[in-house]
Structure formats: structure tokens, C-alpha cells
């Protein structure tokens, strides 16, 4: 059953939190004293998850992206003195430029075909009002995504709306935040792994890392409201995100049973991380921390005793 066995690990989006995701993989790594990658078959990330899937595709170790992560935070989100919450309303709330500079650092000139694993990042195309993925060419039918940058490709999955502006550097396309379809990418995992791979259901399992699940109370407003109340305090975006991720995850299990999805996703209070909280790094690699030590048992339990065959791109 092992040799039949397909390991996907999902990263869910969500900002500066990926620290969270990066930090509870690095613990992972240090505590059984494994590469978490070679557990794994397939690799699918949103956003924030995206970055660091395609970090793990090429080799970096999961410790190293946290500190990508402590050090270019700052000047991505930067604050600009309290400045940005005006400047939000109107347009773009940062520069692209930080993050951009901060992913060709990391990237360099790899390529998408670079990758030892398979990967699959999601993105959303504004100008074709159409999803968009970058897979790898793990199949004979994807020829053109092995030859994108991967700093591109992190740029188009991390172009939320409202806080960057779109990416306009593959094909020119208007790239946006994968986000805004698959910010819990499960799913994705799962199609691409059945439907392009032909792997059974029965043989999948996913593991799914969450980025902190805010739980907050809702106003009685949005019962009667119109654009302003559901707009004014975020309501909207936070609960199409969530309401999304909760419907993956039940769909994921439903396709692949209870025992064959496993996802760390910690409850938190509302006002405990947002997107863009880099002051509060120290917060999130904490919750890791703990997280971590409470659940990794369930991960050595379910995960750790495969091995996923070495990946070999298919040459077109």
C-alpha cells in the first residue's frame, strides 16, 4: 500500500502568516529529524503558500524560509507611519517593489522547471476572468510553465487585491492572488493528483496547513446591511475566505475520508494576526511552536513512514 500511497501537502495564503505555516514545517524537520519534502508526492501552495511551496521545491529547507520571512517582512508591509490605512481606501495599499525584490533574492534565476517536486501554485487572471495555474511539467501536456521565473510566479499568487497590485509579468497577463478562488488549495491537490496523474482517491492522502482560523463575532448589520456595513469592517472578504476554506476542507474529506486529510489550522482570536501584522512574527512562531509540539505524533502517525519516489520532469 505504501508504493500506492500519493502524499500531498497544502499551504493556505494568507500574508506575513506563513511564518506560521513555514515555522510548524521546521519543526516538523527538527523534531523527527526528517526533510519534510520527501514525505511528500505532490506540492500545491496559495499566496503566501505558494512562495513557500516553491521555496520547497527547490531545495530550501523549511527553517530557511522563516528566516526569509523575519527578514523581508518589514520592508514588504511596510507601514509608512499609519499612513497606509488612508491610502487603503483609495488605492493599493503597498508597493510591489519590496516584494518583489525580496522574491528575486530568494528565487534568483530558477525556473518553475527547476523544481524537484511537483508543484502546482494558483493565481487569478482579472483580464480573462478565469482561474490560472503554474504546474510543473509533470505531465506531457505542460510545456510552457517550466520556463517561468519563480520569482514571477510567487509575485502572481501573492498579488492580493487592495494590498498589491496585479502582476503583469507573465505574458503580460494581469495576475492576481490565488486566493480569491483556492486560498485553501487542498482541493487543487487533490484534481490535479486524480485528474491529471490518475492517481486513485483511495491512495491520497493530503496534509493541509492553515495560516491561523480568526474566529470573530459578526455584527447583527450585516443581517439588514448593505455595501458599507459588510465592507467597512472586512466582513465580506473574511467571510467568503473562510466560508471557502471550510467547503475545501469538507469536500477533501468527503472525496478521501476523515483519516486521509489532516489539516492544522489553530483557532485564534480576531484581533490576534492579520495579513500584513509583521509586528507580531514573535506571536506566530510561538503558536507554531506550541501547535506543533502538541500535534507532530499525528503527522509521524500518518505521513512520516512514506517516502515519495524522486520526481523526474517530463522532457517535451
Not at 162 to 169: A, E, G, I, N
Not at 196 to 221: Q, Y
Not at 268 to 285: E, M, N, W
Amino acid at each position: 500500500m505504501d508504493e500506492q500511497r500519493f502524499q500531498i501537502l497544502s499551504l493556505d495564503g494568507g500574508g506575513i502568516k506563513g511564518l506560521f505555516s513555514a515555522a510548524v514545517l521546521a519543526a516538523i524537520e527538527e523534531d523527527l529529524e526528517i526533510n519534510v519534502v520527501d514525505r511528500f508526492d505532490l506540492i500545491t501552495g496559495t499566496s503566501t503558500g505558494g512562495i513557500i511551496a516553491l521555496g520547497l521545491g527547490i531545495g530550501m529547507r523549511p527553517r530557511e524560509i522563516v528566516e526569509f520571512y523575519i527578514s523581508k517582512g518589514p520592508a514588504i508591509f511596510n507601514k509608512m507611519w499609519g499612513l497606509r490605512w488612508w491610502q487603503h481606501w483609495i488605492r493599493r495599499k503597498y508597493s510591489q517593489t519590496p516584494l518583489r525584490n525580496a522574491l528575486e533574492s530568494c528565487f534568483n534565476d530558477k525556473l518553475l522547471g527547476d523544481c524537484t517536486k511537483r508543484i502546482v501554485i494558483p493565481s487569478f487572471s482579472v483580464g480573462d476572468d478565469d482561474v490560472y495555474l503554474f504546474r510543473t511539467p509533470h505531465d506531457k501536456r505542460l510545456r510552457r510553465d517550466k520556463k517561468v521565473p519563480l520569482w514571477k510566479i510567487a509575485l502572481a499568487t501573492s498579488a492580493a487585491p487592495t494590498f498589491f497590485p496585479s502582476c503583469r509579468h507573465v505574458d503580460r497577463l494581469r495576475l492576481i492572488d490565488g486566493g480569491v478562488w483556492a486560498n485553501n488549495p487542498s482541493m487543487v491537490g487533490v484534481v490535479e493528483a486524480y485528474g491529471t496523474l490518475g492517481v486513485p482517491l483511495n491512495a491520497i492522502k493530503v496534509f493541509s496547513i492553515g495560516t491561523t482560523d480568526a474566529l470573530a463575532s459578526r455584527k447583527k448589520r450585516l443581517d439588514w446591511g448593505g455595501k458599507l456595513p459588510w465592507v467597512t469592517g472586512n466582513d465580506a472578504v473574511d467571510i467568503i475566505m473562510r466560508g471557502q476554506s471550510i467547503g475545501v476542507n469538507n469536500q477533501t474529506k468527503f472525496l478521501l475520508g476523515q483519516n486521509n486529510v489532516i489539516r492544522w489550522d489553530p483557532k485564534v482570536a480576531a484581533s490576534d494576526f492579520s495579513l500584513d501584522s509583521v509586528g507580531k512574527v514573535d506571536a506566530l512562531i510561538a503558536k507554531a511552536a506550541h501547535y506543533s509540539r502538541i500535534h507532530i505524533p499525528k503527522f509521524e502517525e500518518v505521513f512520516a513512514d512514506h517516502i515519495a519516489e524522486e520526481f523526474i520532469p517530463i522532457k517535451s
